[in-house]
């Protein structure tokens, strides 16, 4: 029915470590050639076009147009960020604010859903962050507030997709929506608005409580009652079944705990981020890239998601700097090891595809993006290269 990696084994030993100035070099390298490959014959770019994806055997991105409704809009800006960022090309910093700008029209709309956190955060978050323009703390202040309409105080969450409220037969929230929550905590700091924390700890605390099973894998799904807040049920709708420990799920809630441990500095935060980790770690293949559900009866012939390894190994590069001793090692070490994978010929792009990254999985029961390049594992890699530079060159922090 379709093609995937098994990737038996990485060839990577024991006593490797990533080559992170070559990996970048790799990402800038497929950064120019994705920007050329959006020029239409004129040699013009039509800066509304996100990539999205590229099919396995396909070498050019298929691209969709930024919109609330197209929830991966703002990660390519973002991998443009994290490229100059890398690099300190001009050239770069000018294609990453056209692309940003392009997302104005999504800022001061009716949130569509969450997502408009994934949607900003990485273009005007980034861009704030590596320059300091007012207009784009504006635009982090303004989507902060659009998302925040969407909190309920009952249920203690954000609703995460108001289109399904029928379906789901209530307020639903995924576990998606703990990334998200960056937004409102730069925007609390950088507007000094302190309802919109409040809102993002209460949401982080509210997804702790009933998210989980007793072993810390997480429900995709959480449903409340929309009137009376009370937990209703947990199921799944992108992995394979509600008791399954889908595997980008898991993915954002290692990195939603730890960031928000970042942004709190409460430590019950920081122990749940280790917790949701460490079941995570014990179940992953020898090469430590997941299969797309950890639960999937087809193991080993069935599809790894690149995308879930990239997002953990960015995850836990900082977490280790906020454990000591054995744990540090550990969560550092696995990083390495996801991103040495990656970088290997089992998952990296080869030099006719502009994507850094192969064999990820979008949304397996609905068959979509099942083993293609995509977006977002493009953004969690260059964002977890450049960690690992920062961590292994603190001048550059």
Known sequence: MFAFCSCASSGVTASSEPDVDNDLDFCDRHVRASLNDLKNEAGYIDYSMMPRNIAAGDTTWHCRKSSPEEWCSGFWPGVLWYAYEATGDSALLTEADRFTL??????????????????????????????????????????ADSLATLFNPKAGTLLSWPRNIDMFGGHNTIIDNMINLELLFHAAAEAHRPYLYDIAVKHAETTMKHHFRPDYTSYHVAVYDPESGEFLRGCTHQGLADDSMWARGQAWAIYGYTMVYRETGDTKFLDFAQKVTDVYLDRLPEDKIPYWDFNDPSIPETPRDASAAAIVASALIELSTMVDGEKSV????????????????????????????????????????????????????????????????????
């Open 102 to 143: 392009r997302l104005d029209t999504i800022i001061n709309s009716r949130p569509y859903d969450h997502d408009i956190g994934f949607l900003i955060q990485c273009s005007y978050g980034n861009g704030y962050r590596l320059t300091r323009k007012p207009e784009y703390k504006e635009a982090m202040v303004n989507a």
């Open 330 to 397: 550990t969560y550092l070490d696995s990083a390495k090891k996801m991103l040495m994978s990656l970088a290997s010929d089992s998952y990296r792009a080869p030099d006719n595809v502009p994507a850094f990254l192969m064999h990820s999985v979008g949304n397996m029961p609905a068959g979509s993006e099942i083993d293609y390049s995509i977006i977002y594992a493009d953004y969690y890699y260059i964002e977890a290269l450049n960690r690992l530079k920062k961590l292994e060159t603190p001048l550059l922090s």
